[in-house]
């Protein structure tokens, strides 16, 4: 079955700053790759997915994605952080079954 | 109503209650789930329903019990739970329940945050 990790818990960025969330997984072919948001008492709301084709992804909210089969990774990447960007956000790999990770807490510093 | 709809928002309940969560979906979906989301723990896959048919248990306990009387409605069932099952408890709903369960995009509700006492 396959894992996925976000390595790190919680990330403070300034507002205006860049942002990139950090995705690996194990898997022994191309997973299905999503990033997920979740904001405070909300559910979760899907932020992009890779499925095949270009292995960059575009997605709501100015969000963008990598794929790096070599790395096995999927990280997320924002240009400008906004304050309205603070949130839980979660990668996760779909094959037989869908994994999520644990969740990365982003705090935005005005 | 649009989306997806989870009542309650908060329950309490003692370890001897009997109380049920209720999900409805707007979106024409014919797949829905039932995930259980701890403090500093992934995800935890509960139910998967298609076409109102159980079609992955992902060995809950059976103080847990589903119920989808239709494609729009999705009930989770709890009978003398204990404390460790408080969390916030999500339901999904997807187009389909591909066979390949991990190529599905799904669509949450807010869930309905459970404390056991």
């Known amino acids: 079955a396959q894992s996925v990790t976000q390595p790190d818990i919680h990330i403070t960025v300034s507002e205006g700053a860049s942002l990139e969330l950090r995705c690996n997984y194990s898997y022994g072919a191309t997973p299905y790759l999503f990033w997920y948001v979740q904001s405070p008492g909300q559910g979760l709301q899907l932020l992009l997915k890779?499925?095949?084709?270009?292995?960059l992804v575009q997605g709501i909210k100015g969000f963008e994605a990598e794929f790096k089969r070599s790395q096995s990774s999927f990280n997320l990447r924002k240009p400008s952080v906004h304050w309205s960007d603070a949130a839980e956000y979660f990668c996760a790999v779909g094959a037989t079954d869908m994994r999520f990770g644990a969740g990365t807490r982003l705090t935005v510093k005005p | 109503e649009t989306g997806v709809t989870q009542t309650p928002r908060h329950l309490v309940m003692g370890m001897t209650n009997k109380k049920s969560l209720k999900c409805e979906q707007h979106l024409g979906h014919n797949a829905m789930y039932w995930y259980k989301q701890s403090a500093k723990k992934p995800l935890e896959l509960m139910f998967v329903y298609s076409l109102e048919e159980r079609v992955e248990n992902n060995s809950v306990p059976s103080r847990f019990s589903p119920e989808c009387p239709n494609s729009s409605h999705l009930f989770l069932h709890l009978h003398t739970l204990q404390p460790e099952d408080s969390a916030l408890y999500l339901c999904?709903?997807?187009?389909?329940?591909?066979?390949?369960?991990?190529?599905?995009?799904?669509?949450f509700g807010a869930g309905s945050r459970l404390t056991v006492l």
């Open positions: 999904a709903s997807s187009q389909d329940a591909k066979v390949i369960l991990g190529a599905n995009v799904l669509t």
């Open positions: 890779y499925f095949s084709g270009d292995t």
